[in-house]
């Protein structure tokens, strides 16, 4: 049984709007697009530079919280690391797909529910295969290749607020700073 995605509102034709890049030129439109949002990122060559990379980030921290799955990464072995979100100074996580045409990152409830919510910077690893060009062709896929998880957050930036005497607050409902380190 094949599924579909339906929206409530009339298919736009996207794809004649805007021109879907070809896979090099993904990674630099969601690269374009996540500055644009507040997101950084950081292109990383190899697996020898992600590990330096994340030697940096435990240098550089003290508290850091993994998502769960990764605790039995090698990347992250013997590495020290808070049980409890709510101490973390940092937290790392992988993510679900990365969304060229707004620069969002897609975590799902497999990652865990708590990804990227409490700790002030979200750290993000992930690959330029997860890149999608935008959410109805992620959403096709997705629908189309396995069971659908229970929740899917949808990150475009750190949250902002301006509700206090008009001056703007970075990450009032997540973390101030987020990086995303993209393995090409």
Known sequence: MSLSVKFPYTKIP????????????????????????????????DINALKRRIEDIFANYIKI??????KSSPLFKDRPVVDNQWEAQAGISTCKALIAR?????????????????ASHHFVIASKKQIYPDLSHFFEEMVQNEELPSS?????????????????????????????????
């Open 14 to 45: 996207w794809d004649d709007i805007f021109s879907i890049p070809d896979a090099d030129k993904l990674v630099n439109e969601f690269i374009l697009q996540a500055q644009k949002v507040d997101i950084q990122v950081e292109v990383i060559e």
């Open 102 to 118: 707004t620069g969002s990152i897609i975590i799902d409830s497999k990652q865990g529910r708590q990804t990227g919510l409490i």
């Open 65 to 70: 919280w993994l998502e769960p799955s990764l």
């Open 152 to 184: 899917i957050s949808i990150i475009t930036g750190p949250s902002r607020t301006a509700d206090i005497e008009k001056k703007l607050v970075k990450g009032a409902h997540g973390p101030a700073s987020i990086t995303v380190q993209l393995l090409i």
